[in-house]
C-alpha cells in the first residue's frame, strides 16, 4: 500500500468535480525558505487547511446513489487503486487508500439511511404546516358560521336568557367553540352575577390590597390570607409565557395584578393560590378588568372549585373518586393499565382543575373548553379528563410509567382539537349512577 503523500501534495476538489492536485502547495513547498509562510512546514495545518476546503465538496459527492460495495483494481504497476463505483458516487479521494469493501458499504448504507430520515423530516414538517393551515380554514369558517348563527338568535336570547341559555341553538353555537367577540358577551352572562359584584366594591378591593402592602412594609399583620397578594408578582410572568401579554412589560400585565389582588382582598379566607392567575388571564383575554374580577369572584364561588382553591381534602378526594370511577367504567383497559402503575388521578387531576385546563391544553381548545364548562357544569369537567384519557389511551398504554407521567402532565402541544371534542362527545355520563348523582348534589348545588 502506498504511504499517504505529504500534506502538500494531497489532491483538493476541482470546480468540475473530481480531484486535481494542489499546484499551489508545491510552489510552496519549492519556494525559497525565507518566501515560505511560517506554517509551510506543519503537517498540522496543513492538514487543517485540506479537510477544511474538501469537506462540504466530500458531502456533495456523496448524494449519489451508493453501490453495494468497492471495485478493486490493479495497476500496472502491480499496486491496487480504488475506481469509482457503477453508482457514480465518490466516496474517498482516489489518492488515499482504499476502504474495506465491507465498510464502503456500511457507510453508504448509513449515509442513506441518514438521507431517509431527513427525507421523512421534511414531509412531516410539511404535513404539520398543511394541518395547521386545514385547522386555521376551519377555524375561521366555523367563526363565521357562528357570527351568522349569532345574528339570527340573539336578540332573543339577551332579552330572554334564563329561558334561552339552554336552547339547541346556543348549545351547538357554544359546542363549536365561540367566537371571541362573542365571549365577551356569552361569558360573563354564562357565570352570572349571584354575589352582586359592581364597580365600586372592585375600586374598594383594589384599595384594600394598597394598604395590605403598606402593612407589610410596617410590618403589621394583615387579616387573613391578604398577605399572599405578595406572590402573585411571581406567576404573572409565568402566565400564558406563549403570547407574553402578561410579561413585566405585556398590555395585560397590570390588570391581571389589580384583579388578583382584589380578589385576594375580597376573599381573605383562600388568599392567593397558584393556579387563579391562568383562571384570571383567560377571564382578561375576553372582557375587561371589572368584568374579569366580577367573573372570577363568581366562578369560584362555585361548590367544587371553592372546594379545590380551599384545598378541601374531602372536595378533592370526592372528585378522584368519581372520576376512578369513570374512568374505570367508559375505558376500563386504560383504568386497569393506569392501576398497574399505581398512578391515580391525584397526579394530574389538581392542575387540570385549578387552571380549568388553561395550562394544560393549547389557548385555542382551552377556550373552547370553557365555551361548554360555563354554559353546563362540573360534570364537563368531568368529561373533558375522561375525553384527554382516550384521546391518548393507546399512547398510555404503550408508554412508561414515567413517559405516561410525562404526558399526563404536559399534554403534547400538537393536541388535535377535533379529535379532543370527538372523545369528549363520545362520553355519556349517567346521571342516574349513584356516584354521580351524590356528586351532583353533593359538589353542583349553587
Known amino acids: 500500500m502506498d504511504a499517504i503523500p505529504p500534506p502538500s501534495e494531497f489532491a483538493r476538489p476541482s470546480s468540475a468535480g473530481g480531484f486535481v492536485r494542489d499546484t499551489a502547495s508545491l510552489n510552496r513547498q519549492h519556494a525559497p525558505a525565507h518566501h515560505r509562510h511560517p506554517s509551510d512546514g506543519s503537517v498540522t495545518s496543513a492538514l487543517t487547511g485540506w479537510f477544511t476546503s474538501t469537506g462540504t465538496q466530500m458531502m456533495t459527492l456523496f448524494t449519489s446513489i451508493p453501490a453495494v460495495g468497492n471495485t478493486l483494481s490493479s495497476s500496472g504497476d502491480g499496486q491496487q487503486q480504488q475506481q469509482q463505483p457503477l453508482s457514480g458516487m465518490v466516496t474517498r479521494p482516489p489518492n488515499v487508500p482504499p476502504k474495506d469493501p465491507d465498510e464502503d458499504a456500511r457507510h453508504k448504507m448509513q449515509f442513506m439511511s441518514m438521507l431517509s430520515n431527513s427525507r421523512k423530516k421534511d414531509e412531516e414538517r410539511s404535513r404539520a404546516e398543511k394541518e395547521k393551515e386545514d385547522t386555521a380554514w376551519e377555524c375561521k369558517k366555523r367563526e363565521h358560521e357562528a357570527l351568522k348563527t349569532w345574528g339570527r338568535i ?64 410596617e410590618g403589621r399583620k394583615s387579616i387573613g390570607r391578604e398577605g399572599t397578594v405578595a406572590l402573585i408578582e411571581l406567576d404573572l410572568s409565568r402566565t400564558f409565557p406563549a403570547i407574553a401579554l402578561f410579561q413585566r412589560d405585556g398590555p395585560l400585565h397590570d390588570q391581571l395584578r389589580q384583579v388578583l389582588e382584589a380578589y385576594v382582598c375580597y376573599r381573605p379566607d383562600i388568599g392567593y393560590v397558584q393556579g387563579m392567575s391562568y383562571l384570571a388571564a383567560m377571564l382578561l383575554i375576553n372582557v375587561d378588568s371589572y368584568e374579569a374580577f366580577q367573573c372570577l369572584a363568581n366562578l369560584l364561588n362555585r361548590p367544587m372549585l371553592l372546594g379545590f382553591f380551599r384545598m378541601d381534602m374531602s372536595v378533592i378526594e370526592r372528585f378522584v373518586e368519581v372520576l376512578e370511577g369513570l374512568i374505570a367504567m367508559h375505558l376500563s383497559k386504560l383504568s386497569a393499565y393506569l392501576k398497574a402503575y399505581d398512578i391515580t388521578p391525584h397526579v394530574y387531576v389538581m392542575d387540570w382543575i385549578l387552571t380549568l385546563f388553561t395550562k ?26 375522561l375525553g384527554l384519557l382516550r384521546t391518548y389511551r393507546h399512547r398510555i398504554r404503550s408508554s412508561t410509567y414515567d413517559e405516561v407521567l410525562t404526558l399526563l402532565t404536559h399534554i403534547p402541544e400538537d393536541l388535535s382539537e377535533t379529535e379532543l371534542f370527538e372523545n369528549i362527545g363520545a362520553i355519556s355520563l349517567d346521571m342516574k349512577c349513584r356516584p354521580m348523582e351524590v356528586f351532583v348534589k353533593q359538589l353542583l348545588c349553587r
Do not use: Y
Not at 180 to 185: C, D, E, G, N
Not at 360 to 384: C, G, I, K, Q, Y
Open 154 to 217: 340573539e336578540h332573543e336570547v339577551l332579552r330572554n336568557w334564563e329561558k334561552k341559555k339552554s336552547s339547541k341553538k346556543l348549545r351547538e353555537l357554544c359546542w363549536q367553540g365561540l367566537p371571541p367577540k362573542l365571549r365577551a358577551i356569552i361569558w360573563p352572562k354564562a357565570i352570572g352575577n349571584v354575589l352582586n359584584m359592581s364597580q365600586e366594591l372592585f375600586q374598594i378591593h383594589l384599595q384594600q390590597a394598597v394598604r395590605t402592602f403598606e402593612m407589610k412594609a
Open 360 to 385: 394544560s391544553l393549547p389557548l385555542d381548545v382551552a377556550s373552547r373548553v370553557w365555551d361548554n364548562f360555563l354554559m353546563e357544569d362540573e360534570t364537563f369537567l368531568l368529561r373533558v379528563c
